[in-house]
């Protein structure tokens, strides 16, 4: 079953639980998301407050993701740059799918809606986005388009012990599809 995207949506308290629940899935279904297991959903609080402040002051853009019963299945951030000379980029962040969704085309569905959602923003010509290394998520990435223009080593500290690479990809507008790739069912 598709997800239906919206950009933008009115933002009520369903729509607060709903991600902080997603956030919280994710993160405790191994998601690189910001946070270890177990998800707090505490922890996770002030950093969608942190995007909800954004988007009130028009520096952030919502995408959400939700299935056939209305619930929120995927979101994804687009952060326009305030620096003066960083304008013609944006950043992506909070990239996720539910893991009841994973595995079925939708992390590439909210990929596609995000370069379309990013296309209609003025003077925008790529996405960049960081990805924690031994994920998987930076190959999930390249299958959306994105190339790898940077690596930090170790800079991700998940526990004591396990130091992973942040992995910088970046998606230009102009010249790639947006168009999901078809998969067979
Ligand atoms: C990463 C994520 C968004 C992908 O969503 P999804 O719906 O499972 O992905 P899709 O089904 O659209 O997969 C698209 C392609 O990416 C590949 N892919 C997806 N997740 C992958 C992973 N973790 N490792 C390697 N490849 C992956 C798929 O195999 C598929 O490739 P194929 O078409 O060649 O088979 C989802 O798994 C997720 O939310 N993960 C947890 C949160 C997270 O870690 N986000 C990344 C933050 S940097």
Not at 71 to 84: E, G, I, M, Q
Not at 101 to 124: S, Y
């Amino acid at each position: 079953m598709a997800l239906t995207f919206t950009l933008d949506p009115a933002f009520d308290r369903a729509l607060h639980d709903g991600i902080i629940e997603l956030w919280a899935d994710v993160t405790d279904a191994g998601g690189a998301v910001g946070f270890v297991p177990p998800a707090d959903a505490e922890e996770i609080r002030p950093e969608l407050l942190k995007h909800l402040v954004s988007i009130v002051e028009g520096r952030t853009r919502l995408l959400v993701g939700r299935d056939e019963d209305g619930s929120v299945a995927a979101t994804a951030f687009l952060a326009l740059n305030s620096h003066r000379l960083m304008t013609h980029w944006i950043w992506l962040y909070t990239v996720m799918v539910h893991p009841r969704h994973q595995g079925r085309g939708h992390g590439r569905e909210l990929m596609a809606a995000a370069a379309d959602a990013a296309r209609g923003l003025a003077g925008v010509e790529a996405i960049r986005l960081t990805c924690r290394g031994g994920t998987g998520a930076d190959r999930f990435y390249a299958s959306c388009g994105y190339k790898e223009v940077g690596r930090v080593p170790g800079a991700i500290r998940v526990t004591d012990g396990d130091d992973r690479d942040d992995i910088i990809m970046l998606f230009p507008l102009h010249g790639q599809s947006s168009a999901p790739v078809p998969r067979p069912c």
